[in-house]
């Protein structure tokens, strides 16, 4: 099973909300991923944790709070966004970030839309 | 870092008939090269990958393969349905940091009934 779970499917939040967006695996992978992902456009990587360590911030503003509570849980806590942060945010997991053990498996994303 | 050029950006194939999608790569240290398809609504599978110590590698109608002194690989689906209609992005890992990948800018792929 490569299964990787997101909720919600679907978000509509205002600027001055607080949401959060989680993310679930139980294949029992130590790498986990936040993508944000616009129309017609590949996957732009966002965070990288390790082993429950966060390991790669590709400088993303500081509204986008990631957290990795325990290996199967991922959160990205959203706050004061703009509409241009309406994207599909997508979670992914591998099993390991070196080799064939870095290959990614996706969630279905959560599709946001700030007002 | 990593430089992944993917062609064309549009394919539309006849069902039943072939479609071959190119990609190429600039860092000869990449080492394995997976193929994501993402279907309207849902996020990137994972379809297919390759390892850069083999030259090919099938899995029934889907099979890639690599050219490492040309660096480009190719996805060949043979015998196309409309179910094969999708998005398909290819990806190599980053220069340094394998846990980042660099994704081509996708390709629509149509099969026509």
């Known amino acids: 099973d490569t299964e990787v779970t997101q909720t919600p499917k679907h978000l509509v939040m205002g600027m001055t909300n607080k949401k959060s967006l989680k993310c679930e695996q139980h294949?029992?992978?130590?790498?986990m991923y936040w993508y944000k992902q616009k129309a017609k456009k590949p996957p732009e990587l966002m965070f990288v944790?390790?082993?429950?360590?966060?390991?790669i911030n590709e400088s993303v503003p500081s509204r986008f709070s990631p957290e990795c509570p325990n290996s199967s849980l991922l959160n990205l806590h959203l706050h004061a966004l703009q509409p241009e942060d309406s994207a599909l945010y997508l979670c992914?997991?591998?099993?390991?970030?070196?080799?064939?053990?870095?290959?990614?498996?996706f969630g279905a994303g959560t599709r946001l839309s700030v007002l | 870092g990593e430089n992944v050029e993917q062609h064309p950006s549009t394919l539309s194939v006849q069902e039943g008939d072939s479609a071959v999608i190119k990609c190429t790569y600039s860092?000869?240290?990449?080492?394995?090269f997976p193929w994501y398809k993402q279907e309207l609504g849902k996020g990137p599978q994972l379809i297919i990958d390759?390892?850069?110590?083999?030259g090919e590698k099938k899995d029934q109608r889907i099979a890639v393969t690599l050219n490492k002194t040309a660096k480009h690989f190719s996805l060949h689906i043979t015998e196309t349905q409309p179910e094969d209609s999708a998005v398909y992005f290819c990806?190599?890992?980053?220069?340094?940091?394998?846990?980042?990948?660099?994704f081509g800018k996708g390709i629509t792929l149509s099969v026509r009934p």
């Open positions: 992914a997991s591998s099993q390991g970030v070196r080799g064939r053990q870095g290959v990614q498996y």
């Open positions: 294949m029992g992978h130590r790498a």
């Open positions: 944790y390790s082993y429950e360590k966060l390991s």
């Open positions: 860092d000869s240290a990449s080492n394995y």
């Open positions: 390759i390892r850069s110590n083999v």
């Open positions: 990806a190599a890992p980053y220069t340094g940091a394998n846990s980042k990948l660099t």
